[in-house]
């Protein structure tokens, strides 16, 4: 997919209908989890983790930092790294951030507290996990821009293996048409008032979902995928690490070429 031809396109489109380049957009860092499948020696909670000489959350903010179409950052934490992210904020001159919200028990409460934090004014709002720190400005725009066009779209990568599904036994039920078939990442975006709505009905509900998508789904809109590939990657074990530190090295030697 050609991000940057699509991102573009879509913000000429704004601008003939809108006369302005964009609308006011958030940005929901969630970094609060505890990283439990990392097993780092040190105790650091994955967020912290250094990938190439960085902090993993942090290369994640100063991507979101740079992006056009980001105005203002609100970052999720465990309480109790609060301080050290304010240490970290300043030390990589992250303007962006309006505020850092306290993250929940689940990542869907870590979300919301993040929400209730984003300004009246914000228009749409683009939620992202602090472990998916190879993203890059132009997967945040192709998503953002997407958005702006359909009211809600995700960033993911088409599966290309067969899927199968099988019963407790292992035995074969059906084989999945893999041409249908997404990896959901993100960033997700979405207007923020789609997404007020779906969070809160949710939480009226008491229904819970493994991703923001979901949500807003269950509410009966749509949500448009974009293709961001498969180096979109979360931090999850200590291979993802490893993997991670060989993507950005190749991405560095690829710009230096």
Known sequence: MHIRNVTGQVIDWLRTLTGRDKPFTSAIIVAAGSGTRMEDPTGRT?????LCGQPIAVRTLV???????????????RKDEKEIFRSLIERYGIKKIRAIAK???TRQQSVLSGFSKISSNSK????????????TQEMIGAVVATAYSCGAAVAGCR???????????GLVMST????????????QVFKSDLYRAAAYTALE???TATDDCALVERIGNIVKMVDCGPENLKITTPRD????AFLLKQRKADNEE
Do not use: N
């Not at 994955?46 to 250094?50: D, F, G, H, N």
């Not at 999945?176 to 960033?187: E, F, H, I, V, Y």
């Open 46 to 50: 994955k967020q912290l983790i250094e």
């Open 63 to 77: 991507e979101f930092e740079k992006s056009d179409y980001i105005d203002e950052i609100i970052l999720v934490t």
């Open 103 to 105: 993250g929940g028990d």
């Open 124 to 135: 749409y709002v683009a939620i992202h996990d602090g472990a998916r720190c190879l993203i």
């Open 159 to 169: 599966i290309y293996d067969t899927v199968k599904i099988a019963d407790s036994s």
């Open 176 to 187: 999945l048409d893999r041409d249908k078939l997404w990896l959901a990442q993100t960033p």
């Open 205 to 207: 509900d008491g229904y």
């Open 241 to 244: 690490i490893s993997y991670a």
